[in-house]
């Protein structure tokens, strides 16, 4: 008998007030799983106080405790989790539902462009509305002419695959039309060629010592250390516990997408989990237990490709982005890298905290700009912002990187 579809994800919530709400995720297992659920978590912006992880090879049992706003959809959340399980059983042979028999094809690619009154706060207003509407951003153009107005070209895909339809562009036009008000000026949607978003084409601006810094895993600049609070790693690795597997023992700050972190860098390293259980003592330390092995069922004996996975570790906990404001001529710049998965994907919701960094600040945008740039053999997302300091005193270098590395981090 297999299990049933509803079963694949069950979400309950808690009985008293304050208590975490309970994720029980029972599907068939595949490299990478973990770092699939993390990542929709994340995008609705649940807190993972705990989580315990127990797999075969074949078949997963996980169980997140997350802790979330009054307004989480939860019956969506439940949606998106069930996609990213395994369809079938591949150890028994049971379909439990129906399985994809082709590969899916790359999500569609529109772009939105319009053009608006410029305000303090206006992009930030706008992202959030796609972010509600379920609408990722793969790729985006901010410009500010020289009368006040603001040119906006998102280039987005749809999570709910409905954005062809004449409905999804009007409700898409009348959310953004509801908060921008008269502000905004004209609105048009269109389906555009996915090569729109290829990496790799180079953005026309990257200033070198950047580029040389993320190659080399190393921050931005050493003298931005003092902007950012400390975020000590503490990863041990050991053989002898079990017979069977390396235990990877981590213990470090807590931050928002950390367990995301950890997951993308084991996806990436092609590595199993076999058990788990993460625990976020509330604030400041988090502590993790990972039984692990490769994906050819052994453990990680090789003292180099230990070190290897130690040091990616290390450095993806301490910095999982990167954090910087330069100079452009006259004006600053903010640079924000974000690195993405072999898979193509990136963390989600960055483009949302940069802007709401800036608008909590009272920092202006005058030009803003995505797109994907490989450097070394990573591919990184690239957001770049070009600030408006002309109105009101501007607010210093040093105190823009903070709050936005704060907002990011989920730092308060």
Not at 93 to 118: A, H, M, R, T
Not at 164 to 174: S, V, Y
């Amino acid at each position: 008998m297999g299990i049933l579809y509803d079963d694949v994800v069950i979400i309950r919530q808690p009985e008293n007030e304050g208590e975490p709400s309970v994720i029980t995720v029972n599907c068939p297992d595949k490299t990478g799983l973990g770092c699939d659920l993390c990542r929709i978590l994340l995008f609705f912006g649940l807190c993972i106080v705990r989580v315990d992880i127990s797999t075969d090879g074949k078949w997963c049992y996980i169980v997140f405790f997350v802790a979330g706003e009054p307004g989480t959809r939860w019956n969506l959340l439940k949606k998106r989790l069930v996609g990213a399980c395994p369809s079938c059983s591949s150890a028994s042979g049971i379909s439990f539902y129906q399985e994809d028999l082709q590969p899916p094809k790359p999500p569609d690619v529109f772009l939105l462009k319009f053009w608006c009154y410029n305000r303090r706060g206006l992009l930030h207003e706008v992202t959030q509305v796609l972010c509600e509407l379920e609408l990722t951003i793969k790729r985006v153009k901010v410009s500010t002419t020289p009368d006040g107005k603001v040119m906006d070209l998102f280039f987005i895909t749809d999570t709910r695959e409905l954005m062809h339809t004449k409905k999804r562009k009007e409700d898409t036009k009348d959310h953004l039309k509801t908060v921008l008000g008269d502000t905004m000026i004209s609105c048009e949607i269109e389906m555009v060629g996915s090569d729109v978003t290829v990496s790799s084409q180079g953005l026309s601006f990257l200033p070198e010592a950047m580029a040389e810094d993320m190659s080399s895993m190393e921050m931005f600049n050493e003298d931005h250390s003092e902007s950012f609070p400390s975020n000590s790693v503490s990863i041990t690795m050991d053989n002898l516990l079990s017979p069977a597997h390396t235990l990877v023992q981590i213990v470090c700050r807590d931050h928002k997408g950390l367990l995301y972190d950890v997951m993308r860098t084991l996806k990436d390293y092609n590595i199993q989990i076999s058990y788990g259980r993460c625990t976020a003592k509330r604030r400041p330390e988090c502590e993790l237990d990972l039984f692990i092995m490769q994906v050819d069922g052994k453990k990680i004996v090789d003292p180099t490709k230990q070190n290897g996975l130690q040091s990616r570790l290390s450095v993806e906990l301490s910095r999982p982005l990167r954090v910087a404001v330069v100079s452009r001529g006259p004006d600053s710049e903010l640079l924000v890298a974000n690195p993405v998965e072999f898979s193509g994907k990136g963390r989600p919701l960055v483009f949302y905290d940069i802007t709401l960094a800036l608008k909590m600040l009272d920092t202006g945008i005058f030009s803003a700009e995505i797109g994907r740039y490989t450097i070394g053999d990573r591919e990184w997302e690239i957001y770049r912002v070009l600030l408006d300091e002309e109105d009101g005193s501007p607010v210093a270098r040093k105190n823009i990187e903070e709050g936005v590395w704060k907002q990011l981090m989920g730092w308060e």
